[in-house]
C-alpha cells in the first residue's frame, strides 16, 4: 500500500503485516537486542507495528490486549519473523490486572525494559451528549488505564534498580478535539502526567515520552463514519493521513538509546495538524463549512455582519 494515500476522500485503511515486516528502517539492526518491550494493545495497528518493528531490531516482544484472537494473531506473526513473544489478554482498565500482568512477565522474561502505552481509544460523540458511564469509560481506559500501567512499571524498575522507558501513544489534542472531547481530556491528563513523573522518576533512572498522532489509518478508523474519514485526509496540510509505520517509527526512536537525553517530551507525528486542518469524527458540522453564504449564518452571526 502506497504511503500517501493521494485521495482527500476517504483513506484506506491500514498497512499488511508484510509491510511491516518489510519496510526500511534507519534504525540499526540490534537496536533492541537483550531488551523486553511490553506493548499495550499490540494486537491491532500502531501497537501491531510497533511490535513488529521492534520485534525486528531484537526485542523481545510482550503483548497485552483486551482480544486474546488479535494478540494470538500478531504474536504469529512475531514469530514467523524469529521473534521471541508471548501474550496477554487482560484490560488496562484493572489495576489488579495490571498487577498480574507485570508479575507474570517478569516471571517469564526475568524484567522489562521499555513500556509502550498504546492501548486506547474512544466513540464519536457531540460533548452535550455524552453521558457519564461513556465519559467514565474512556476516562477509565486512556488516563486511569494508561496511569496503572506506568505506575507499575516504576515499582518494577524501582525494585530491581534497573533503568526504565515508557513511551505513551496520545493525540494530537493541541487545538482541542471537538466530538471526541472525553479522549482530549484523557490525552492531556497522561502528556501532563508523562512531564511530571518524567521529573520525579528521573532519580530512578526512568525516561517518559509520549508520541502525539494525528490521523493515522488503522483499524481503528472502522469506529469512525464515513463523513469522519473524509475529513481525516484534510486534517493536516499534506492533505492526508499516516500510516502505523510513522508512529511505529518514533516510538522506536524514543524507545531507544538514541533518546537516552529526552524525558518529558512530546513528540508529535502528524502531518502539521497543529498548524492546519480539522478532523471531524462525526462528519463536519453546517457551522463550520468552509464557503458558507450569509444566508446560512447562525443568527448571532447575521446580527454582527450588519
Ligand atoms: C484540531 C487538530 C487535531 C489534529 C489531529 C488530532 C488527532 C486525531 C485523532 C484521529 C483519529 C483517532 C483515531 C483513533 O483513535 S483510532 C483507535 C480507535 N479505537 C477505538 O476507538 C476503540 C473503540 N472504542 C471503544 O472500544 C469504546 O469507545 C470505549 C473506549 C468506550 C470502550 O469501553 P467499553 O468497552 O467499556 O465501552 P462500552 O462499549 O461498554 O460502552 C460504555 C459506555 O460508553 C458509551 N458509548 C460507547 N460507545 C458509544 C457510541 N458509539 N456512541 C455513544 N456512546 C457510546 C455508552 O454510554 C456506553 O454505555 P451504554 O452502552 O450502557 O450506554
Ligand atoms: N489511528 C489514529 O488516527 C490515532 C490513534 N491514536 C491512538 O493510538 C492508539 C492505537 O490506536 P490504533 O492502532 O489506531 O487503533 P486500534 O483500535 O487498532 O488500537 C487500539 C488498541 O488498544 C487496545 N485496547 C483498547 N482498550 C483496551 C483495554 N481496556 N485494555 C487493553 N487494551 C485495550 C485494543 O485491543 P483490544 O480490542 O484487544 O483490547 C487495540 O489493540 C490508541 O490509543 C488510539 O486512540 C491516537 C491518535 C490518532
Known amino acids: 500500500m502506497s504511503d ?25 539492526e540490534g537496536t533492541f537486542e537483550g531488551k523486553v518491550v511490553l506493548v499495550s494493545g499490540g494486537g491491532s495497528g500502531i501497537g ?8 525486528r531490531l531484537g526485542a523481545r516482544l510482550v503483548l497485552c490486549g483486551r482480544d486474546p484472537g488479535k494478540l494470538e494473531s500478531a504474536a504469529a506473526c512475531l ?35 521499555v513500556l509502550v502505552n498504546n492501548a486506547g481509544g474512544q466513540f464519536a460523540q457531540a460533548t452535550i451528549d455524552i453521558k457519564p458511564k461513556g465519559w467514565n469509560a474512556v476516562v477509565d481506559t486512556n488516563l486511569n488505564g494508561t496511569f496503572y500501567m506506568m505506575q507499575a512499571g516504576a515499582r518494577h524498575w524501582r525494585e530491581v534498580a534497573r533503568p526504565g522507558c515508557i513511551v505513551n501513544v496520545v493525540a494530537a489534542i493541541w487545538r482541542g478535539m471537538p466530538q471526541v472531547a472525553h479522549t482530549c481530556a484523557a490525552r492531556a491528563g497522561v502528556v501532563f502526567l508523562s512531564k511530571t513523573v518524567a521529573t ?62 529526552i524525558t518529558g517530551e512530546t513528540l508529535n507525528v502528524d502531518g502539521g495538524s497543529q498548524n492546519w ?15 458558507y453564504a450569509e444566508a446560512r449564518l447562525p443568527t448571532h452571526l447575521k446580527e454582527q455582519a450588519r
Do not use: K
Not at 500517501?4 to 540499526?28: K, Q
Not at 501491531?48 to 520485534?55: D, E, F, N, Q, Y
Not at 486542518?277 to 453546517?286: A, M, N, T
Open 4 to 28: 500517501i494515500s493521494g485521495d482527500v476522500s476517504v483513506p484506506e485503511v491500514g498497512m499488511s503485516d508484510e509491510d511491516f515486516a518489510h519496510r526500511p528502517t534507519v534504525l540499526r
Open 48 to 55: 501491531r507495528a510497533t511490535a513488529i518493528l521492534l520485534g
Open 79 to 113: 514469530t514467523r519473523l524469529g521473534a521471541d513473544v508471548s501474550t496477554h489478554p487482560m484490560s488496562i482498565r484493572s489495576p489488579d490486572a495490571v498487577e498480574a500482568l507485570f508479575a507474570e512477565v517478569v516471571d517469564r522474561h526475568g524484567g522489562i525494559d
Open 200 to 261: 520525579e522518576w528521573a532519580p530512578l533512572n526512568i525516561r517518559v515520552n509520549c508520541v502525539a498522532p494525528g490521523t493515522i489509518r488503522t483499524e481503528g478508523f472502522g469506529n469512525y463514519p464515513r463523513e469522519a474519514l473524509a475529513s481525516f485526509s484534510q486534517a493536516n496540510p499534506m492533505l492526508r493521513t499516516g500510516s502505523a509505520w510513522d508512529i511505529a517509527e518514533a516510538i522506536a526512536y524514543l524507545g531507544s538509546d538514541a533518546a537516552g537525553f
Open 277 to 291: 486542518g480539522d478532523p471531524w469524527f462525526l462528519g463536519r458540522p453546517e457551522y463550520f463549512e468552509l464557503n
